[in-house]
């Protein structure tokens, strides 16, 4: 079992690819350490090629010694494929949490975030900082009067939202029949 990685399209995206999973770095120090097994053991047989045997006992320990090293070379590769299988594990539940947290940044809003969202940018304020230091700074008469105007404006906004609403969640529920019907289970078995 020869496993080299200088030439093959895998090596030349992890080497061109800063980014690299947790896993696949892992995978690669297995595929190393491996090899290194398996070539120390090659060695030990090669040496044996050399050794000279004049007698059937020792002719019979040459071949013991020959079978020992292929069960270990053959222990060293089955060790590697566990870990390989347990690697692809790894790798597929690190994919997973990597996808359910993008998939959960593109959950659609619900109606009273989407009514945040517009507060703060009716208001201009993306960040709360920025308005406590505002407020800090303004009389209290203008604080007043802000926040009857903001009041106002917060009637306004609902009204139209309570107006937009019905028409969004009428997208939302055409959306998700959309990729309802996009979805074709499938059966591995057939």
Known sequence: MNISLKNNMFSIFTQNNGYQLKST?????????????IDLIEG??????????????????KLELYNNYNDQIDQ?????NY?????CMDEAEEL???????????EPKTAEERRE?????????????ILDEMLD????????ETLNEMLMDKKVMKD???????????????????????????DIKA
Do not use: W
């Open 76 to 80: 060293v590769k089955k060790q590697f």
């Open 137 to 144: 700074e303004m009389p209290e008469e203008a604080l007043e």
């Open 96 to 106: 997973g949490e990597k996808i359910a947290e993008a998939a959960e940044k593109l």
């Open 25 to 37: 770095e892992e995978k690669l120090e297995r595929i190393q350490q491996t090899q290194s097994q």
């Open 160 to 186: 139209e939202l309570d107006e937009e609403l019905p028409e969004l969640l009428e997208q939302e529920k055409l959306t998700e029949m959309y990729l309802d019907r996009q979805y074709v289970p499938f």
């Open 117 to 129: 969202d517009l507060a703060k940018e009716a208001l201009g304020v993306e960040d709360e900082g």
């Open 83 to 87: 870990e390989q299988m347990m690697h």
């Open 44 to 61: 030990k047989k090669a040496e044996l090629k050399n050794r000279q045997c004049s007698t059937l006992d020792e002719i019979a320990e």
